[in-house]
């Protein structure tokens, strides 16, 4: 099983060192920013690595938003992500699941059907996350991801089960990788998180699962669970730089 982290993408190939990791996952650009990304000196290094490399998508991307101002602007910005992704050998592109504010969550599944049947194919997958917040989010609750996964599914779409996200999301991690795959037939990438903050609390901020932070109130052996089911790629968002992240790549790998 291979094992990550979310690095800075100044050196994702030093960084990854620095962590001991399989697995590299960055931004290309701004991630709160709409401007598109840059051509890397480092592609085909990345490209050739024995690392595989994820991209996440801003945060600020949206294709589900009612709002043409948002929603129109997010589709394209997916879109050169994607090319970008493919110029460093990505595995895939994270896309968070979006929301529509006050809206019709039937509309922003649609949106998001739209959006992926518009989206020119760049041999790198879209992986759509669970988020952690808001009330009209299209992968937050479950029962919202089943009615997405509806629309979606048909169209070659991924999954990513962020494990913070789903506990301060409401969704218990006991037998979660069962009730994902039941959705979603497929989890092709686990960030592997601990949480700063309590079950269903709606805030995403991420915690250490060992060593380098303060204790969560995610335990790390149930994390650790939920990656040894998963059977797929694992990358940690977590706090402390190399050491912090280095220590939860190390707790996990000892506990597979």
């Known amino acids: ?24 996952q ?4 701004d991630p709160q920013g ?23 998508a801003p945060y600020i991307v949206n294709v589900a938003s009612p709002n043409n101002r948002i929603r129109i602007p997010s589709r394209k910005l997916m879109q050169v992500h994607a090319e970008a992704a493919a110029t460093v050998g990505a ?10 504010d006050k809206g019709d969550l039937a509309d922003g599944f649609a949106n998001w059907r739209k959006a992926l ?44 089960l962020d494990t913070c996200h789903a506990h301060a999301g409401g969704e218990d991690l006991l037998n979660i990788v069962d009730r994902v795959k039941a959705i979603t037939g497929r989890i ?28 969560g109130t995610l335990d790390a052996e149930l994390v650790a669970a939920v990656v040894r089911a998963a059977g797929a790629p694992v990358v940690v968002e977590t706090p402390g730089g190399a050491d912090g992240q280095g220590a939860d790549i190390a707790y996990l790998r000892a506990h597979l």
């Open 34 to 56: 709409w401007k598109n990304p840059l051509p890397r000196a480092d592609a085909q290094a990345l490209k050739d690595s024995d690392l595989q490399v994820f991209i996440h």
């Open 91 to 100: 595995s895939g592109l994270i896309v968070h699941g979006g929301h529509v």
């Open 188 to 215: 092709d990438l686990v960030h592997a998180n601990g949480s700063k903050d309590g079950f269903d609390s709606g805030r995403d901020r991420h915690d250490n699962l060992f060593g380098g932070g303060s204790p």
């Open 117 to 160: 049947e518009q989206h020119k194919d760049t041999g790198v997958p879209i992986l759509i996350e669970n988020t952690a917040g808001g009330d009209n989010a299209c992968a937050r609750k479950f029962d919202a991801l089943a009615q997405l996964w509806d629309t979606v599914g048909d169209l070659n779409v991924g999954f990513c």
């Open 26 to 29: 960055f931004f290309l650009a």
């Open 1 to 24: 099983m291979r094992i990550g982290a979310h690095v800075d993408p100044a050196d994702p190939l030093a960084e990854a060192a620095a962590r001991k990791a399989d697995v590299v």
